[in-house]
């Protein structure tokens, strides 16, 4: 599709810019932040904060745990590239939650069926940003983020990339940017 481009893993990453995209009521679920934080205790790199799954957490707090986490986990490559990775961990980090079995557990093993549950995922992971799913069939999608302030050119690409994976899918996922806060990514699976 010739309105998707390949994305730029060392381009350099201005957090700055991303973090006045934080709108003031915006929120995360502790979730994300546990299984981060629980990853770099793993490899002996803990953090100093301890983050209760159930509880929601303000989305620059969000960005600085982020980077800190691919800063620790992912030291040998760009910041947006370790930050991409960190997406992979999303989805099962949400999948092992109580409403993240309750939203998925319809989907069993379908792909598409979880690419459909999406904008439900998103919707129990924080209070800001949405998902729409433009098109999918057996080989791709396209997925339309929006009002997305936390890493949408890197961390949720790695999203993307990790619910194929999960489901046992190698994807290649391009990017047609509609503002600072949005885009369409079109995901091929293999």
Not at 16 to 28: M, S
Not at 110 to 130: H, M, P
Not at 134 to 163: C, P, Q
Request: one cysteine or more; glycine letters at 8%.
């Amino acid at each position: 599709m010739t309105r998707f481009s390949e994305i730029d893993w060392d381009k350099p990453l201005h957090i700055d810019e991303y973090r006045a995209l934080v709108p003031l009521n915006g929120t995360v679920r502790g979730t994300q932040f546990a299984a981060l934080a629980s990853a770099c205790a793993e490899i002996g790199n803990p953090f100093d904060a301890s983050y209760n799954a159930l509880k929601s957490y303000p989305g620059d707090a969000f960005l600085t745990v982020l980077v800190e986490a691919a800063q620790r986990l992912h030291q040998k490559v760009s910041l947006r590239e370790g930050l991409r990775r960190l997406g992979y961990r999303a989805y099962p980090a949400l999948k092992e939650t109580l409403v993240g079995k309750i939203i998925f557990a319809a989907a069993g093993r379908d792909i598409g069926q979880t690419w459909k549950l999406a904008t439900r995922g998103y919707q129990a992971s924080s209070n800001t940003g949405g998902v729409e799913l433009l098109e999918s069939d057996s080989t791709h999608v396209i997925v339309r983020l929006t009002d997305i302030y936390s890493f949408i050119d890197a961390w949720h690409v790695g999203i993307l990339e990790g619910v194929a994976s999960i489901h046992g899918f190698k994807a290649h996922v391009t990017m047609h940017r509609l503002s600072p806060m949005s885009a369409d990514f079109f995901v091929e699976m293999t």
